[in-house]
């Protein structure tokens, strides 16, 4: 049976990204004083998969040369994980684990040189092996991208790619049963703002996604703020905090000094919301 996917646009800060020789502190940059502005766009970054033991899909992404020079591009597959504040780790991710498909994946072609104005797809072709246990698997497609000039063999291969995108792929195999639970709700001040992070801990399988609402409440019990919960994703057996901002003066988002009550209710998919409680106090 052939898998059956949906691409998505946006995974929290990875959205469909462009990446300048200038500019992004996100992204590793190199030091050609002859090289002109360079800038490349991938779409998408997310792709999910819902996937049976045995089933094989080929899907492709779209890489775009913006910029005015031709740019070396090399695909290459990558395990990942997610850090407590859901940031992708590449570096250092554990090759192979318990719930890595990257050994399931193939991609065509693996570097290419686009030139200025034109866009490529590079594919993979993703088979899952027969008799997997199901659960959340994951992988990634990471791209590296460097001048067209110079030798692609050896060291200079290494010190040629610098800037980098990852597209990151979610593998659904089967329906495990979700079981989550929030373990911590607390305040955290970050310069001006104040936050309230949640810590959920996902010990199931399956990969979810959060929604959900915070209310805070005034001492006469008067809702006084609405705040959504973010869409980000907890990998099986894991924890993550999920953020939100309640205070952020940059932002006109405002509090009168005083003591509130904040109630939390987080959507994983379980027949029952994670629901918490917490004071927050807005100083003068």
């Keep these: 049976m052939d898998l059956q996917h949906r691409h998505v646009h946006a995974d929290g800060p ?6 300048l020789i200038l500019g992004l502190a996100a992204v590793l940059l190199w030091a050609a004083p002859a090289v002109a502005q360079i ?5 998408p970054l997310r792709v999910e998969l819902a996937a049976g033991p045995g089933s094989t899909t080929t899907q492709g992404i779209t890489v775009i040369n913006a910029g005015k020079e031709p740019v070396r591009v090399r695909a290459v597959l990558t395990d990942w994980e997610l850090s407590k504040d859901g940031s992708p780790q590449f570096e250092g991710a554990v090759e192979g684990g318990p719930y890595s498909a990257t050994s399931w994946v193939r991609v ?50 290494e ?24 373990t911590d709700l607390r305040l955290r001040s970050v310069g001006p703002q104040l936050q309230i992070v ?7 399988r399956r990969y979810v996604r959060t929604k959900g609402n915070l209310l805070v409440y005034d001492q006469a019990g ?25 205070v952020d003066p940059e932002k006109n988002l405002t509090l009168a000094a005083g ?10 998919g379980l027949p029952a919301l994670l629901v918490g409680e917490t004071t927050l106090k807005v100083p003068r």
């Design 259 to 268: 003591e509130y009550r904040v109630e939390l209710r987080i959507d994983v």
């Design 39 to 43: 800038s490349v766009e991938v779409s």
């Design 14 to 19: 990875l959205h469909a990204q462009r990446t």
């Design 198 to 204: 949640a810590t959920v801990k996902n010990t199931s």
């Design 108 to 157: 065509a072609p693996p570097e290419q040189v686009i030139e200025p104005g034109r866009e490529t797809t590079v594919r993979f072709s993703l088979t899952v092996p027969a008799g997997i246990e199901p659960g959340g698997y994951r992988t990634g497609v990471l791209f590296e991208f460097g001048p067209s000039t110079g030798d692609p063999a050896g060291r200079a291969r």
């Design 222 to 246: 008067k809702t006084v703020r609405e705040v959504p919960v973010p869409d980000v994703p907890l990998l099986p057996e894991s924890e993550r905090e999920v953020t939100m901002v309640v």
């Design 159 to 182: 010190v040629m790619f610098k800037s980098r995108i990852a597209t990151l792929i979610y593998v659904n195999i089967g329906q495990p049963a979700i079981a989550a639970e929030l």
